[in-house]
Structure formats: C-alpha cells, structure tokens
C-alpha cells in the first residue's frame, strides 16, 4: 500500500489529473501486451499465419484474443480488455508495408478537436507546427485504425517515436520540453 500511496503522492505534487493517469496507466500496460503479441508473431512467422488463419475462421476474437495472450505472454484479460486487443491484433494482421498519405484537411480536423494544442504537452500548435502522430506506434497496428491519430508538437514526435509509454510518462515528466 504503501507504494500506491507513494504514487498518489508524486501525481498530487505534479498536478496529475488521477482519472487520468490510471486510464492511461491502463492504455499502456495494455500496449505492452500488444507489443509482446507483435513481436512474437513477427519472430515465428508460422505461428503468425496459424493465428491468422484462427482469425479468419472463429466468429468470437475476443475469445480468441484472450487466449493468444495468455499463451504468449501468461497475462490474464478482461473481455472488455479483449475485444480492443482483438480489434489491435487485427489491425496488425492488415497492416500495410507502405504508410498512407494524409491530406492536411485531416490533419486540421483532428488539431481542431485537440483543440490546437500538443496531444502530449498541452502547448499550443499551428497546424504548420504540427506533426501527425500513431497513437499505437505504425509499427504495430499501421493506418488500419481510425482512431488512431493525434498531433503533436515537433519535440514530442521526436521523443516519443514508436514509444508505447510516451503519454504515461509525459504525466509526470514535465520538464525538458523547451516550453515551460
């Protein structure tokens, strides 16, 4: 207890929105069962396509995806954690080799619902500024989700890079944008 104190602490004293830090908190711990699911489906190519094929076949992912990651990495899954894993994996499975163009009418539509400020540090953006950014890292899940962008400030894109904890960590790690 103790320790969970300790973070409520650090989140009090660094102004961290709690609600906000444990959805986010449980994005990303999220995002690193995806990165393991990927990576081992990358490195065994065989048990990619038999993943694949059971994809194609069964009617349940959720089911389905609950399983895969308990076989690969031994971590037990909400079905509610299930269904947006399975939705990720599939986004894996069609996932194209080539990145989508994107015409700058998106890229103002989605700075306009953030409100013309940076998706990680909250300071403002111009759209000439900006940088669209993958939530989930292209690597994993490519141009296949639709809700999947954000735009962000040049030095966050540079920091966060195919990052899967930028957003977590920018909770508490303030300093060192350049934008105080």
């Given at each position: ?7 409520l ?40 396509d038999?993943?694949?094929?059971e994809f194609?076949?069964?009617?349940n992912?959720t089911k ?8 690969i990495?031994?971590t ?8 947006l ?13 080539i ?24 300071q ?6 900006s ?5 989930i ?6 141009d296949e989700?639709t809700?999947?962008?954000q ?6 894109n ?15 790690v ?7």
């Open positions: 207890m103790d320790d969970m104190n300790g973070i602490e650090l989140m009090t004293i660094n102004d961290c929105n709690e609600e906000t830090f444990f959805s986010q908190l449980h994005h990303t711990l999220l995002l690193f069962v995806l990165e393991e699911v990927c990576q081992k489906l990358k490195s065994t190519p065989a048990m990619k038999s993943v694949r094929s194609r076949r069964t009617k992912h389905l995806c609950i399983r895969l990651v308990y076989d990495c031994g037990k899954l909400t079905e509610s954690d299930g269904l894993l399975s939705s990720w994996i599939q986004a894996f499975f069609r996932k194209s080799d990145r989508k163009p994107v015409p700058l009418s998106e890229k103002a539509r989605i700075l306009s619902l953030q409100d013309y400020k940076c998706a990680c540090c909250n403002p953006l111009k759209i000439e500024d940088h669209y950014d993958h939530i890292p292209w690597d994993y899940v490519g989700l809700d999947n962008y735009m962000l400030c040049s030095y966050c540079e920091h966060k890079s195919n990052n899967i904890h930028y957003l977590l960590k920018r909770q508490i303030k300093k060192n944008t350049g934008k105080e």
